[in-house]
């Protein structure tokens, strides 16, 4: 009996380094890029400003924060599975992500925290905005363009987007789609998104 529980604590253990490493190597690069950032966020003052006439002393504010997504923008993968766009996500030669990925059973993935900058807008322009990704998190629905969106997902989308415009209030009319930023070159969410 003892043997017996040994042996299935010791399987259960396996299964949670099997579970734990499938990402590992990839999750090991964003810890290194944040920790990065952070260093580059510590590194003030800044004086490497050629012409501008810097203060010897440095004085740094005591009133500060990080700064807020204002914006949301809705796409779907183009991608047949959840598993095919976590893929792309995670190959650094691809150079794109979102901050969220929601699969069609309402799964949803969290990339990268919602302070940092994601890669989904691409070029485009909404009024003078011409930096997207600089101030929006991106949300990517698994679907592949030519396909109606699973209940479940689009239940999952719902609570994301109320949840997003309350912490960072949001306002509804900035809550848009890939194509109302890069018409002509995009399609998504696409004629089947509800
Ligand atoms: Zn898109």
């Given at each position: 009996?003892?043997?017996?529980?040994?042996?299935?604590?010791?399987?259960?253990?396996?299964?949670?380094?099997?579970?734990?490493?499938?990402?590992?190597a990839?999750?090991k690069?964003?810890?290194?890029q944040?920790?990065?950032?952070?260093?580059?966020?510590?590194?003030?003052?800044?004086?490497?400003?050629?012409?501008?006439?810097?203060?010897?002393?440095?004085?740094?504010?005591?009133?500060?924060?990080?700064?807020?997504?204002?914006?949301?923008?809705?796409?779907?993968?183009?991608?047949?599975?959840?598993?095919?766009?976590?893929?792309?996500?995670?190959?650094p030669?691809?150079?794109?992500?979102?901050?969220?990925?929601?699969?069609?059973?309402?799964?949803?993935?969290?990339?990268?925290?919602?302070?940092?900058?994601?890669?989904?807008?691409?070029?485009?322009?909404?009024?003078?905005?011409?930096?997207?990704?600089?101030?929006?998190?991106?949300?990517?629905?698994?679907?592949?363009?030519?396909?109606?969106f699973?209940?479940?997902?689009?239940?999952?989308?719902?609570?994301?987007?109320?949840?997003?415009?309350?912490?960072?209030?949001?306002?509804?009319?900035?809550?848009?789609?890939?194509?109302?930023?890069?018409?002509?070159?995009?399609?998504?969410?696409?004629?089947?998104?509800?």
């Amino acid at each position: 009996m003892k043997n017996f529980r040994f042996i299935s604590v010791l399987f259960l253990l396996l299964l949670a380094a099997c579970h734990q490493s499938r990402f590992a190597a990839t999750n090991k690069v964003y810890k290194k890029q944040v920790k990065a950032f952070s260093r580059l966020i510590k590194a003030y003052p800044l004086r490497d400003s050629a012409g501008v006439a810097w203060s010897r002393e440095w004085v740094g504010t005591t009133n500060l924060s990080l700064r807020k997504p204002n914006y949301v923008i809705i796409h779907h993968t183009a991608q047949n599975s959840c598993e095919q766009t976590l893929k792309t996500f995670t190959l650094p030669r691809t150079q794109v992500s979102a901050h969220y990925v929601i699969c069609r059973d309402g799964t949803v993935y969290h990339m990268l925290n919602d302070m940092l900058r994601a890669h989904h807008a691409g070029v485009g322009k909404w009024g003078n905005i011409t930096d997207m990704n600089s101030m929006s998190i991106g949300i990517e629905l698994d679907n592949n363009g030519n396909e109606p969106f699973a209940e479940a997902q689009i239940q999952s989308l719902l609570v994301l987007l109320s949840r997003l415009k309350k912490t960072f209030q949001i306002p509804q009319s900035n809550f848009i789609g890939h194509l109302d930023w890069a018409p002509g070159r995009k399609t998504d969410p696409g004629r089947f998104f509800p």
